[in-house]
């Protein structure tokens, strides 16, 4: 599935219309949480494993939403308040992140 728009919803929330009509709304704090790069989320590679420290939750502008840019046909790149802007939400992640009870995501 793919999405047909996205966008920042008045308040804290990004709106997602996927090309199945089905729509997800993701509080910006969850989907910021959530962000899956290697900073935030951690990774192993050739089996070390990095853990990253805990966030600063009250950075400026970390729930802020500045910008989405498309990566690729499968994949959106958000663009945070703090500067931070190295998350790649696949749509397969972003669909299960969806917090409607379908997909229970979390996201409330």
């Known amino acids: 599935m793919k999405p047909k728009s ?3 919803e008045s ?12 729509e997800s709304v993701y509080p910006l704090t969850f989907l910021r949480d959530a962000c899956p790069c290697a900073s935030c ?15 600063d939750l009250a950075a400026p502008g970390r729930y802020d939403l500045q910008n989405i840019r498309l990566v690729g046909a499968y ?3 958000m663009y945070w308040g703090d500067g ?3 998350g790649i939400y696949t749509w397969e ?7 409607c009870p379908e997909h229970s995501g979390g996201g409330n």
């Open 11 to 22: 308040g804290d929330g990004l709106r997602v219309v996927w090309d199945d009509g089905h």
């Open 84 to 86: 931070h802007n190295t």
């Open 93 to 99: 992640r972003l669909l299960a992140l969806c917090p």
């Open 41 to 55: 989320a951690g990774e192993t590679v050739l089996l070390r494993t990095y853990t990253p420290p805990p966030p």
């Open 6 to 8: 996205m966008r920042k």
């Open 75 to 77: 994949a959106a790149q």
